[in-house]
């Protein structure tokens, strides 16, 4: 398997799977800003020419900078592989020699296998009320560097 930076190809293909890999309408996660403005920062894992996960997140310039993960996927018959775990690694390594000292995430409350694959990963998790607006929360998975 290799990880490596995205190409406009490789984005469309993230976009066209979300569906599938989400297990419904999920389309409009992938904001494009990840790939034309952040798309320096997002990984790709790939077998075998396959695509078989991504990761779409930058280095927030927060004092001091905060590694951030937006989304994160796997094509379902590779999960369980260790892919999320190594794009997770891969950006953290980045988000070093960036001068992160954190790194954060988000998701919806009730998204149970993401919050057991950030468990597993050594990240704190906590609920947080109104998060994303009044009655909206989010559990957000934050991890010191
Ligand atoms: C969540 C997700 C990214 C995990 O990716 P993955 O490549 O399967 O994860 P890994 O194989 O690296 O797992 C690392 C560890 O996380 C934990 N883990 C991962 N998926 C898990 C699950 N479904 N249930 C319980 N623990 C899980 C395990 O401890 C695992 O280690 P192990 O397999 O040796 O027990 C993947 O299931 C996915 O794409 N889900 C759909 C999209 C999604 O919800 N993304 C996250 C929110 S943006």
């Known amino acids: 398997m290799e990880i490596r930076g995205i190409t406009k190809a490789d984005f469309d293909q993230v976009v066209s799977v979300l569906d599938a890999w989400w297990g419904g309408p999920s389309g409009e996660r992938a904001h494009p800003v990840f790939f034309y403005e952040l798309g320096d920062q997002a990984l790709i894992a790939e077998d075998e020419g396959e695509l078989v996960g991504f990761l779409l997140g930058f280095v927030a310039p ?53 919050i057991h694959f950030h468990q597993a990963l050594g990240f704190d998790v906590e609920e947080a009320q109104d998060y994303a607006g009044r009655g909206r929360a989010r559990v957000v998975f934050s991890k010191k560097l």
């Open 62 to 114: 927060t004092h001091p900078p905060c590694g951030y993960v937006h989304l994160v996927g796997i094509e379902p018959d590779h999960r369980r592989l260790g892919v999320g775990k190594a794009l997770y690694e891969h950006f953290i390594g980045r988000c070093r020699a960036a001068g992160a000292e954190r790194i954060k995430a988000i998701t919806n409350v009730g998204n149970d296998r993401s």
